[in-house]
């Protein structure tokens, strides 16, 4: 498992959504990327440095710090789009290979390198301005029922990360939480949210989004 590339954003127009600018066209870069804890949502910080967000409500802070796709995953889409897709295309800070992000537990740990630690957190969920960067009919339709979101993580050892690095799963919770599961229960399947409840590295945000949907005072 390792990591194929690092990918930092530069601000472009976000005729999308209503806002300024987005960061959602990302490239990898060469040379070491400082990552740490970015502090709460709302600043538009994110765990890279040089990156950083400007949805800053729903994007952004330590529980979205990093956001992961792995390279099969997007191999898997230019054979559906029948069109190349770039590392950094889906917005993604780490291209992966060799690593099944998508069927990650909620609270597993990987490290990245001799140093970095990150944490799974919650799964990406698709928004305006991902349907119009990607310019493909009914995109966040398509996304969904694919269930490949990809993961965000946290940062729980800060440091320095590069394309090539090794990725290694230090270890795994003992229940059976992943992201797709955690993806297709909050956007189209329901009857999974129960599943949900107990995860405790599940962000606070996304439990009391499965709580109010089954009706359970906070």
């Given at each position: 498992m390792r990591l194929v590339s690092v990918n930092i954003g530069a601000p472009r127009p976000n005729p999308w959504k209503g806002l300024r600018h987005t960061g959602i066209d990302k490239c990898p870069v060469t040379g070491p990327v400082a990552v740490s804890a970015p502090g709460p949502k709302g600043t538009g910080a994110v765990g890279l440095a040089g990156d950083r967000v400007y949805d800053v409500q729903h994007h952004g802070g330590d529980q979205q710090a990093v956001y992961a796709y792995a390279r099969e995953d997007l191999d898997g889409w230019e054979r559906e789009l029948g069109r190349g897709l770039s590392n950094g295309m889906f917005g993604e800070n780490l291209t992966t290979s060799g690593l099944d992000v998508n069927g990650a537990l909620i609270g597993e740990h990987w490290r990245i390198g001799a140093d970095v630690v990150l944490q799974v957190s919650c799964p990406r969920i698709p928004c305006g301005t991902f349907q119009g960067w990607m310019e493909e009919e009914g995109w966040i339709k398509r996304f969904t029922q694919a269930a490949l979101p990809g993961a965000y993580l946290r940062v729980i050892s800060p440091g320095e990360i590069r394309a090539g690095d090794e990725i290694t799963?230090?270890?795994?919770?003992?229940?059976?939480?992943?992201?797709s599961v955690v993806f297709r229960a909050l956007t189209g399947e329901p009857e999974l949210l129960t599943r949900l409840l107990g995860v405790d590295a599940l962000p606070e945000e996304d439990r009391a989004r499965v709580r109010k949907r089954l009706g359970q005072a906070d």
């Open positions: 799963v230090l270890d795994r919770p003992d229940h059976d939480v992943s992201i």
